[in-house]
């Protein structure tokens, strides 16, 4: 073989030697390529899922938030309509004692409590309005009588009467005002459930 054979030879080889690293080199850049799109690939997917984790969080929240400050206005609601109804309730028990047929209610506030009287002297407070009303119902007992307040010091207009012994160890209190507040947690009941029954509890 001369020389310049060998120089073909050698030149060859080393294109084929060329060629086979530029393909290897391709092949391995493509390879990093696809690793890197990959890569890519989980890290947008992870990002999606961060964000979408944080807007599910977000709007729990949000809705948590909005469903306790309506359970609160709604808890308002009721305590307002309450103590309206309550009010309502108080005035008619005034125009109960200012009308006409408070004598005849109030001889029978009178006669439900005469067993329970202590013997010997009473006291009877009233307002200034039921005091006369009570004299002539309680008889021969002997009794003193005397005004009622009611708060701020002025008289209660609800009406009925408060009887003790002089000592303060017996009192019987049967006043409109009273047996309103004796009635008060089972009016509660009744009033929510007419009123709130099937009332959604979010």
Known sequence: MGYEE???DLER????????????AREEARQIIADAMQQCDRLE????????????????RLLNRARREARMKLTEVKSELVRNVFARLEEKLKAVAAGKRYPSVLERLVNETR????????????DSKTLPLLKPLIESRAARYEPMEGTAGRE??????ELSDPAGRVTIRNTFRSRLDKARPDLRVEMNRLLFEGTPAR
């Not at 080889?13 to 290897?24: D, S």
């Not at 997917?45 to 729990?60: G, M, N, P």
Request: glycine share 8%; proline share 8%; net charge negative.
């Open 6 to 8: 060998l120089i073909r």
């Open 115 to 126: 067993p329970e009287w202590p013997p010997g002297e009473i006291i009877l407070r009233a």
């Open 13 to 24: 080889e080393a294109g084929r030697k060329k060629e086979a690293v530029l393909t290897a």
């Open 45 to 60: 997917q992870a990002f999606q899922d961060t964000i979408a984790r944080d807007l599910e969080h977000e709007r729990v």
């Open 156 to 161: 209660d207009p609800c009406g009925g009467f």
